[in-house]
């Protein structure tokens, strides 16, 4: 069902759909999940109410007790079977054994970007496929060997950003001689909207030259300052340079020198600026004769002076500090301090809304199309009892798992989720709790 200038889809019973969701129960799995933290609780929860696909999970982290206590809460109202375990996760020698002694299908990891090149290793060394919601980033960023592949890359590339996918991207052929599938960045950004790029070439354009990847977050959480997920990467990434895709090449801005206001579907207008996101970078070389990609989120005046106040005295700073005879990083002595973001969710209300603007051609005329999800907070944490930001990453990491499981978005070698085709992971996105809106000739970003 549809209105002419926006459409809402929402799941209906015709056959393209049921034959969907009958290849989602093709297939039985069992699923190990690294982390327990927000994001990873609202990913756990949902592989629970698709306890047809997902009939056996194990969820590991270092502190087992935070995995028993969701297994305590969870266990009672899903068919699926729970078991925990502790692993440090970037123990690949543990981890390998864990996955040897669970068999899983699969390994969803929840946990820190930090960690992704040692939980490929171990995905690996025991032979199963692998799913992420963020790209690698290192934890100590004056490690000299890194520090020297970085700034070789900053001179090629041309963005400064810690983070891209370089470092999982070497692993392709180890995966694809493996026969196994590594699916990157199925969070909403990135993730949610590298599928609506895909989905709306497929069905909207046949040629896109200009995507805008908007993130808004309209929540109030009721703190003076706190991150809606752990500080230690949204502090860095909103500090970084900005940066943009612009025919073929990259271009760097300082941080939050771009600005623009947006008048956001049942949010309403806010100021937003332009960041640099990994998945410019894997949309930049996926998806032919686009000319301009563009990533903007969100922020209030209030956050951005803590912010600034913070990086001025050293706060932001991952390098280690004596302190009384103590090695401490400022950062993570920061992230201490600041409320626990799994903690926001039954403070927090309001609504994110976040999507993706394209420009571009149909049979020779131009094009604009906008591909959004709009989530209440409040409802979020009413049905998960967590905020929607980590909802809006858990849902889409469920989904990539599901996929990735049943055989539906599954093949050798190392993938971002716009490189899979996007039909049912659109449809999963209906029917798992984040329905999304398409709007033809909506309101351009300058």
Same mark, same amino acid.
């Given at each position: 069902m549809q209105c002419r200038k926006c459409r809402h889809w929402k799941r209906t019973e015709d056959t393209e759909n049921a034959d969907i969701e009958r290849? =989602?129960? &093709? *297939?039985?799995? #069992?699923?190990? @999940?690294?982390?327990?933290?927000?994001? %990873?609780?609202?990913?756990? +929860?949902?592989?629970?109410?698709?306890?047809?696909?997902?009939?056996?999970?194990?969820?590991?982290?270092?502190?087992?007790?935070?995995?028993?206590?969701?297994?305590? =809460?969870? &266990? *009672?109202?899903? #068919?699926?079977? @729970?078991?925990?375990?502790?692993?440090? %996760?970037?123990?690949?020698? +543990?981890?390998?054994?864990?996955?040897?002694?669970?068999?899983?299908?699969?390994?969803?990891?929840?946990?820190?970007?930090?960690?992704?090149?040692?939980?490929?290793?171990?995905?690996?060394?025991?032979?199963?496929?692998? @799913?992420?919601?963020?790209?690698?980033?290192?934890?100590?960023?004056?490690?000299?060997?890194?520090?020297?592949?970085?700034?070789k890359r900053c001179k090629e590339k041309g963005f400064s950003a810690y983070f891209d996918y370089s470092w999982q991207w070497a692993y392709e052929e180890k995966f694809k001689k493996a026969g196994l599938t590594a699916l990157l960045g199925t969070g909403f950004d990135p993730g949610v909207t590298s599928v609506f790029t895909a989905y709306a070439l497929k069905h909207y354009f046949d040629e896109i030259e200009t995507i805008d990847i908007l993130d808004c977050n309209g929540g109030d959480h009721g703190y003076a300052f706190a991150t809606n997920f752990n500080p230690e990467i949204n502090l860095r990434e909103v500090s970084a340079p900005g940066s943009y895709w612009e025919n073929d090449h990259w271009v760097e801005v300082p941080a939050m020198s771009i600005k623009r206001e947006y008048d956001f579907p049942q949010v309403g207008k806010k100021d937003m600026y332009l960041l640099h996101h990994e998945e410019i970078e894997a949309l930049a070389k996926n998806i032919p004769g686009v000319k301009k990609i563009r990533f903007f989120m969100t922020f209030g005046q209030s956050y951005l002076t803590h912010m600034k106040c913070l990086e001025d005295v050293g706060m932001l700073s991952t390098t280690p500090i004596l302190y009384e005879g103590k090695e401490i990083v400022p950062i993570q002595f920061l992230k201490a301090l600041l409320p626990d973001p799994a903690s926001l969710g039954p403070r927090t209300v309001g609504k994110t809304n976040i999507g993706c603007i394209f420009h571009g051609k149909k049979d020779g005329k131009d094009k604009n199309l906008y591909i959004y999800n709009v989530c209440d907070h409040q409802e979020c944490y009413k049905e998960v009892g967590s905020q929607a930001i980590s909802y809006t990453t858990g849902v889409p990491a469920m989904i990539g798992a599901m996929l990735v499981c049943t055989g539906a978005w599954q093949k050798p070698g190392v993938f971002t989720t716009e490189q899979f085709d996007?039909?049912?992971?659109?449809?999963?996105?209906?029917?798992?709790?984040?329905?999304?809106?398409?709007?033809?000739?909506?309101?351009m970003v300058e």
């Open positions: 290849k =989602e129960v &093709e *297939k039985m799995a #069992k699923l190990l @999940i690294i982390g327990c933290g927000g994001v %990873a609780r609202v990913a756990i +929860a949902k592989c629970c109410q698709n306890s047809e696909v997902f009939t056996e999970i194990c969820i590991a982290s270092r502190t087992v007790s935070k995995c028993d206590a969701l297994k305590a =809460e969870l &266990e *009672k109202t899903t #068919k699926t079977k @729970i078991t925990t375990a502790q692993v440090d %996760a970037e123990d690949v020698e +543990a981890l390998t054994a864990l996955i040897r002694e669970y068999a899983p299908d699969a390994v969803l990891n929840v946990a820190l970007p930090y960690q992704d090149l040692a939980i490929m290793d171990a995905c690996l060394a025991a032979g199963v496929h692998y @799913i992420d919601t963020a790209n690698y980033e290192p934890e100590d960023t004056d490690d000299p060997k890194w520090r020297a592949i970085y700034e996007p039909d049912p992971y659109m449809e999963a996105l209906n029917k798992w709790g984040l329905p999304w809106v398409i709007e033809e000739a909506p309101a």
